[in-house]
C-alpha cells in the first residue's frame, strides 16, 4: 500500500523541527509567534491573509491550521472564501498580466 | 438540527458512566496523552483543593425549550428533571447563611421551572451580591407568559448571562436552532429597553459565547470587541461582557466529536493549549454547583457526569461551608476543557 506524501497527524509534529537544528528552529518559531500577535493589524485579520495565502501555497497543513484559527477567532464562511478569492484573483492576475509580455514580445518580433 | 435529547433517543451517551468510559480510554489509556491527573502533577497541583466558597450555583431543573447541538446538560422539552419547591426551601436556608458573594441559577431555562418566579423573590431578599439567572433569551420570547420577564429580572436587580454564540444567524441557527438568532435579537432589545447592558447602568446583561464546532474559543476580549461592534451596528444592542468559555466534551458535544470524527483531534487541541496558571483559578475551586434533586457537585459537568463532591456533606439539606472547604476536587479528562488557554468557567477565562 502507497503512504500519502501529507498526514494531517504531521502538523503536531511541526515543533520537532527544533530538534535537529535548534538554534534557527526556535529562532523562527518566535518569530512565527511575533507576527501573528495583534499589532497594527488585528489577529483576526491576520489569520485570514495567512488562510488566502496557505492556499495560494497550497499547503495542506496550513489550510487545516487557519480554517481552524479562523472560526476560532469567529470569522463566518462567508468572510473566509472571500479571502481566498483575493487569493486566487492575485494568482490569476500574475499569470494574465504577463499576457502583456507575450503581447511586447509578439509586437517585436512579427510587427 | 437536534430535537430529543440523547436521553430521550435512549443513547449509550446519555449515560454519564459511558462517557466517563470513553474520556478514559483510547488515547489517555495508551498514553499518547498523559490523563488529567497526570498533567496536574507535573506542576504538583494535583490534588486540586476547593478554597473558600465563593459561587453557589443551583441548577433548576434541565428542561428547556431548546435542544442546542452541544448542551453539556443534554437539556430539551423531553427533560423532565425539576426542581422542587421543597428543595428550594432547603437552597435557601443555604443561601442565607452562606459567605459566597454569588448566586448563579442554571438549567435547562431555569424560567421553566414553576417555581422559579417564588424562588427568585425568596432569594433575592437574601442580600446576596451578586445573582445570576442564565437565561437563554428565547423563552423570554417563547410564551406570552414569560414576556415580562425582562422587568421580572429588573425588579429583584438579577444579572441576567445569556448564550449568544455568533453575531449573524447562519451560525447561530445551526448550533441553538432555527429562529434562535432573531428571537435572541428581540430579547436582547427588551432587557436594553428596560435598561439592561446599557453603558453605566446596574442592571448587568453580559453574554457567553462557546463555539459552534470542534475549536477553542479565540481571545475573550477581542471576541467581545467583535460582538459589541456587529450587534451595536446590526441591530443597536448594548451589552456589558462577554464571556467565552470552551466546550467540554461530554453530553452532546461529546457525541458530536465523536459522531464527526474529532474527538482525538480536539482532545489533542485541548491538551497542547493546558494552562498551569488557568489551574490555579479553575471554577471547582470555589464554586459548589447544586442539581435539581440537591446533590451537590464540583461544578455543573461533574454534575451532568454524576460525579458527587468527594465530602461528607453531599447534599444540600446537611450542606456543610466547613467541611466543603479543603475537599479534593474529583477529576477526570474532561477537565482539560477549562485548563486550556486562558482557561475557562461560567464566568469566562481565568487566567
Given amino acids: 500500500m502507497s503512504k500519502p506524501y501529507y498526514d494531517a497527524a504531521d502538523l503536531r509534529k511541526f515543533g520537532k523541527i527544533t530538534e535537529w537544528s535548534e538554534e534557527l528552529g526556535n529562532k523562527f518559531f518566535d518569530y512565527y509567534g511575533k507576527v501573528f500577535e495583534e499589532g497594527a493589524l488585528t489577529a483576526r485579520e491576520k489569520s485570514l491573509i495567512a488562510l488566502a495565502v496557505a492556499h495560494t501555497e497550497q499547503c495542506p497543513y496550513c489550510i487545516d491550521a487557519y480554517t481552524k484559527d479562523s472560526l476560532q477567532r469567529g470569522v463566518t464562511k462567508e468572510e473566509m472564501m472571500e479571502a481566498i478569492h483575493v487569493g486566487a484573483a492575485i494568482k490569476s492576475g500574475a499569470t494574465l498580466v504577463h499576457g502583456v509580455q507575450m503581447m511586447n514580445k509578439v509586437n517585436k518580433l512579427d510587427g | ?351
Fill in chain 2, 1 to 351: 438540527m437536534a430535537t430529543k435529547s440523547l436521553k430521550k433517543l435512549g443513547s449509550d451517551l446519555a449515560q454519564s458512566n459511558k462517557q466517563l468510559e470513553i474520556l478514559s480510554n483510547g488515547i489517555f489509556q495508551n498514553g499518547e496523552l498523559p490523563t488529567f491527573k497526570a498533567k496536574i502533577s507535573e506542576t504538583s497541583q494535583f490534588p486540586l483543593k476547593a478554597k473558600k466558597l465563593e459561587i453557589l450555583q443551583i441548577n433548576v431543573g434541565y428542561m428547556c425549550n431548546q435542544v442546542c447541538d452541544h448542551c453539556h446538560v443534554d437539556a430539551g422539552p423531553d427533560r423532565k428533571e425539576i426542581m422542587t419547591r421543597d428543595t428550594m426551601r432547603q437552597c435557601l436556608e443555604v443561601i442565607k447563611n452562606t459567605g459566597a458573594h454569588t448566586l448563579d441559577l442554571t438549567g435547562g431555562a431555569p424560567e421553566m421551572n414553576p417555581d422559579f418566579r417564588w424562588f427568585v423573590e425568596e432569594a433575592a431578599k437574601a442580600g446576596i451580591k451578586d445573582f445570576i439567572v442564565r437565561s437563554n433569551l428565547t423563552i423570554i420570547r417563547a410564551n406570552k407568559k414569560y414576556y415580562d420577564l425582562p422587568e421580572f429580572f429588573k425588579k429583584h436587580n438579577v444579572h441576567v448571562v445569556s448564550s449568544m454564540p455568533h453575531w449573524t444567524r447562519g451560525k447561530t441557527d445551526k448550533q441553538r436552532g432555527d429562529g434562535v438568532f432573531d428571537k435572541s435579537i428581540k430579547a436582547l432589545q427588551e432587557l436594553n429597553a428596560v435598561g439592561y447592558g446599557m453603558p453605566g447602568s446596574d442592571l448587568r446583561l453580559d453574554l457567553v459565547y462557546n463555539p459552534s464546532g470542534a475549536f477553542l474559543p479565540g481571545d475573550q476580549a477581542s471576541m467581545e470587541k467583535d460582538f459589541k461592534k456587529a450587534l451595536m451596528e446590526d441591530f443597536g444592542i448594548e451589552f456589558h461582557n462577554l464571556f467565552a468559555i470552551t466546550n467540554l466534551p461530554i453530553a452532546r458535544f461529546l457525541d458530536f466529536l465523536i459522531a464527526s470524527e474529532n474527538y482525538e483531534d480536539y482532545m489533542y487541541s485541548l491538551v497542547e493549549a493546558y494552562n498551569p496558571a488557568a489551574v490555579e483559578n479553575v471554577m471547582c475551586t470555589n464554586t459548589i454547583s447544586i442539581s435539581w434533586d440537591g446533590y451537590l457537585f464540583d461544578c455543573d459537568f461533574n454534575q451532568m457526569l454524576e460525579l458527587p463532591v468527594n465530602s461528607k456533606s453531599k447534599h444540600i439539606s446537611d450542606f456543610n461551608e466547613e467541611l466543603l472547604e479543603g475537599r479534593n476536587i474529583v477529576i477526570s479528562q474532561h477537565c482539560y476543557g477549562c485548563t486550556a488557554g486562558a482557561g475557562s468557567s461560567c464566568q469566562g477565562v481565568v487566567a
